[in-house]
């Protein structure tokens, strides 16, 4: 087939429908799962960490966590005083999180929880206008606790005098 000066063969017009058919298919699915592409979300608890003066080494800062609780409607309980959080200052005043630490539930159960996130206040800014958010991760041995090795979350801080203090969303 002649178009033009163009030579069309069978093939690419086949090819030519195809990419046409599958741009429209691929556009129908994109809008099909555009009623569920906003994250819902739920609490998952409340944590308020303890924590001990900083050990300030330059550009990174540790610091420890020497207990702390966390509430929320599926769990609650302790944390030890054996975890921390080793932040790395970056030139752009932004800080980055990597924060580790053992919870307790009030049943007895051991949760070993991990985030990593990013702190930032504008120069000048209050701490209101602190953006501080992590992503905490969760493992365990326990059988009732399983089910939370398998979510994602979203932690916000909360600014807290001399704690760090979060509330953890799990994303539905």
Known sequence: MVEGKRLISRRSAAKSAAVALGGALLSAELAAQDANATLR????????????????LGTRMIVPVTGGTFTGPKL??????NGGDWITRRPD?????????T???????LIYMTYDGIMYTPPGGKPTDMYWRTTPRFETAS?????????VCV????????KAAYRVFQIL
């Open 41 to 56: 979300s739920e609490l998952l608890m409340d944590v308020v960490f303890d924590v001990a003066t900083p050990h300030n």
């Open 76 to 81: 609650k309980g302790t944390a030890f005083g």
């Open 93 to 101: 005043g932004a800080s980055l999180l990597n924060v580790r630490a």
């Open 103 to 109: 919870l307790k539930t009030d049943d007895e159960q």
């Open 143 to 151: 059988a009732k606790y399983e089910w939370i090795t398998r979510i």
């Open 155 to 162: 932690g916000i801080g909360v600014p807290t005098p001399g």
